[in-house]
RNA sequence: GGCGCUAUCGUCUAGGGGACUAGGACGGGGCCCUCUCAAGGCCCAAACACGGGUUCGAAUCCCGUUAGCGCUACCA
């Protein structure tokens, strides 16, 4: 019987790395062993999920090239078989009605907190007659289902943590169906999980705490549990879990900067994952070749998004000019400089000429510049990028941007009243040569067009440049 | 607080009793290439959390300490 697994994120938010990264190992587990990746949308929390929220979900997977093979099922369908099993449970006395109220309990937690010590449900609904939960249900009072805890020794083997066991002790008799019928999550994961059959459940770090539960969950409903592998979580810089405040987490941030699908899916699958060894760069194949449970990493991983742009440059580069037509239309238009459906391959043509005259140009003019003297870091880099308007307007604050930078007084006159010539010879604007001079006196080497096209690609800031200029060159 | 999980360079990691002078990659510093702003090559700095065991021998096994994280809801 090959495995099946499932990834089940709540619609509540965007597709957060994390998730994706669950759902990354979850697939990649699945072609490994042949198994089948059934995806789940948890909507039972009714407050916090919209369908809004779903669609941003499957679209993130679909751009990562993650594909389910059954689903997406929707858990809100499967609500009758919830408060079934909870049924089941409470007539097989597992499980028994519980009719303190929120507010009841609320206050004894408070109260425990205050006291400094913790607290726990003590069972006071269980010890309730038959009578007095007959006279409760006819008064019409509200009610949720508790599950009565056996005292056991919880104990799962977890295939990234190894042996784990608890106390049943410790847990409280919790909450499986709420007064308005609708279960929790515990309940409806085991009880979806057992319906799908799901054979491996990959999941966070943060579910290892819920699992007791679970697998008693599964015991009581009469079911074996699955296998349980969970992945650490992802970290940000400050080894906090990675949240909104940390900056871009949502996959479609990086979609939006440029980051290719495959080097986010070779990058997350390497943050918690090691095939062992020294590889990095593996494509879709190797990963799912090398792919195994037991090279997952048992600690927390922080979030690097510098080596992420490192891997997406990889990726970049090895991809053919013609792939890259794509990716940098999508961004062109995102930015406004073209419209969402326009071919654009005539623009980069023109673009292409355009920038090649300037750039011989450019290099005409600075190659009375001794390039021994001109040393740029990435400091004097963002001064010429500042350099653009000024270049246009104010010929002195140009020369001396060029100064700072490490261009002697005389270079930088030079410099300027060619440039000004060749200009206006060709009916160029001085801002024109921004881009073609920085190149010039970083490298002294002149760029390809392409290439300059590639570089593009993944570089936001860069992607704005182009669209600037595009727009320049339209007017 | 209780329970659980975790602990190798700043970061991702290799290594799982002798092969360790602890390897690779990102990032940082330096140098080179100067058809590349996407890149590439070379060099440098940079880690086994701490304390006890076990052992001839420990980054590797055990215990403790510390620290971090997670859970402790009629959220998922």
Same mark, same amino acid.
């Given at each position: 019987m090959t495995p099946r697994v499932r990834f089940a994120p709540s619609p509540t938010g965007y597709l957060h790395v994390g998730g994706a990264r669950t759902a990354l190992f979850n697939w990649l587990f699945a072609h490994k062993t042949d198994g089948t990746f059934v995806l789940r949308i948890e909507d039972t929390d009714r407050e916090r999920s919209t369908e809004e929220h779903t669609k941003v979900i499957l679209d993130g997977l679909d751009w990562l090239g993650i594909g389910w093979d059954e689903g997406p099922y929707f858990q809100g369908a499967y609500a009758d078989q919830h408060r079934a099993d909870a049924e089941r449970l409470l007539a097989e006395g597992k499980a028994y009605r519980c009719f303190c109220t929120r507010e009841e309990l609320d206050a004894r937690r408070a109260e425990a907190e205050r006291a400094g010590s913790s607290f726990r449900y003590d069972r006071r609904c269980r010890r309730l007659s038959p009578d007095d939960v007959k006279a409760r249900l006819d008064q019409g009072l509200s009610f949720t289902i508790r599950f009565f805890v056996p005292d056991e020794q919880v104990a799962w083997n977890d295939a990234v943590h190894g042996p784990i066991q608890i106390n049943s002790q410790e847990l409280d008799d919790f909450v499986i169906l709420r007064s308005d019928g609708s279960a929790i999550y515990n309940l409806a994961v085991v009880s979806d999980d057992i319906a799908m059959r799901i054979s491996h459940v990959i999941r966070g770090d943060d579910h290892v705490s819920n699992t007791p539960k679970q697998i008693l969950l599964y015991r009581a409903l009469g079911h074996e549990p699955p296998v349980f592998a969970h992945v650490p979580m992802i970290l940000g810089p400050d080894g906090k879990k990675l949240s909104k405040r940390h900056g871009a987490t949502a996959v479609g941030d990086y979609r939006d900067q440029g980051i290719f699908p495959a080097a986010m899916r070779n990058f997350l699958a390497l943050l918690g994952w090691s095939p062992g060894g020294d590889r990095e760069i593996m494509p879709e194949a190797e990963l799912i070749r090398l792919f195994?449970?037991?090279?997952? $990493?048992?600690k927390p991983a922080v979030f690097d998004v510098a080596k992420l742009e490192w891997m997406n440059g990889q990726y970049l580069s090895a991809t053919p000019a013609d792939e890259l037509l794509e990716p940098v239309r999508r961004q062109l238009a995102r930015l406004g400089a073209?419209?969402?459906? $326009?071919?654009i391959r005539p623009i980069i043509d023109a673009v292409k000429a355009r920038s090649r005259t300037i750039t011989q140009l450019a290099e005409q003019v600075a190659t009375r510049i001794d390039p021994s003297r001109v040393r740029f870091d990435a400091k004097g880099e963002q001064l010429v990028r500042k350099m653009g308007p000024q270049f246009r307007e104010n010929l002195d604050l140009a020369r001396r941007t060029l100064e700072e930078v490490g261009v002697d007084q005389w270079s930088a006159d030079h410099l300027l009243e060619r440039l000004k010539d060749v200009a206006e010879q060709q009916g160029l604007k001085l801002g024109d040569f921004l881009q073609p001079i920085r190149v010039v006196l970083t490298g002294s080497t002149v760029s390809e067009p392409v290439n300059e096209l590639l570089a593009v690609v993944g570089r936001e800031r860069s992607i704005r440049r182009l669209a600037a200029y595009l727009r320049d060159a339209a007017a």
């Amino acid at each position: 019987m090959t495995p099946r697994v499932r990834f089940a994120p709540s619609p509540t938010g965007y597709l957060h790395v994390g998730g994706a990264r669950t759902a990354l190992f979850n697939w990649l587990f699945a072609h490994k062993t042949d198994g089948t990746f059934v995806l789940r949308i948890e909507d039972t929390d009714r407050e916090r999920s919209t369908e809004e929220h779903t669609k941003v979900i499957l679209d993130g997977l679909d751009w990562l090239g993650i594909g389910w093979d059954e689903g997406p099922y929707f858990q809100g369908a499967y609500a009758d078989q919830h408060r079934a099993d909870a049924e089941r449970l409470l007539a097989e006395g597992k499980a028994y009605r519980c009719f303190c109220t929120r507010e009841e309990l609320d206050a004894r937690r408070a109260e425990a907190e205050r006291a400094g010590s913790s607290f726990r449900y003590d069972r006071r609904c269980r010890r309730l007659s038959p009578d007095d939960v007959k006279a409760r249900l006819d008064q019409g009072l509200s009610f949720t289902i508790r599950f009565f805890v056996p005292d056991e020794q919880v104990a799962w083997n977890d295939a990234v943590h190894g042996p784990i066991q608890i106390n049943s002790q410790e847990l409280d008799d919790f909450v499986i169906l709420r007064s308005d019928g609708s279960a929790i999550y515990n309940l409806a994961v085991v009880s979806d999980d057992i319906a799908m059959r799901i054979s491996h459940v990959i999941r966070g770090d943060d579910h290892v705490s819920n699992t007791p539960k679970q697998i008693l969950l599964y015991r009581a409903l009469g079911h074996e549990p699955p296998v349980f592998a969970h992945v650490p979580m992802i970290l940000g810089p400050d080894g906090k879990k990675l949240s909104k405040r940390h900056g871009a987490t949502a996959v479609g941030d990086y979609r939006d900067q440029g980051i290719f699908p495959a080097a986010m899916r070779n990058f997350l699958a390497l943050l918690g994952w090691s095939p062992g060894g020294d590889r990095e760069i593996m494509p879709e194949a190797e990963l799912i070749r090398l792919f195994s449970l037991e090279g997952i $990493q048992s600690k927390p991983a922080v979030f690097d998004v510098a080596k992420l742009e490192w891997m997406n440059g990889q990726y970049l580069s090895a991809t053919p000019a013609d792939e890259l037509l794509e990716p940098v239309r999508r961004q062109l238009a995102r930015l406004g400089a073209t419209d969402a459906g $326009q071919d654009i391959r005539p623009i980069i043509d023109a673009v292409k000429a355009r920038s090649r005259t300037i750039t011989q140009l450019a290099e005409q003019v600075a190659t009375r510049i001794d390039p021994s003297r001109v040393r740029f870091d990435a400091k004097g880099e963002q001064l010429v990028r500042k350099m653009g308007p000024q270049f246009r307007e104010n010929l002195d604050l140009a020369r001396r941007t060029l100064e700072e930078v490490g261009v002697d007084q005389w270079s930088a006159d030079h410099l300027l009243e060619r440039l000004k010539d060749v200009a206006e010879q060709q009916g160029l604007k001085l801002g024109d040569f921004l881009q073609p001079i920085r190149v010039v006196l970083t490298g002294s080497t002149v760029s390809e067009p392409v290439n300059e096209l590639l570089a593009v690609v993944g570089r936001e800031r860069s992607i704005r440049r182009l669209a600037a200029y595009l727009r320049d060159a339209a007017a």
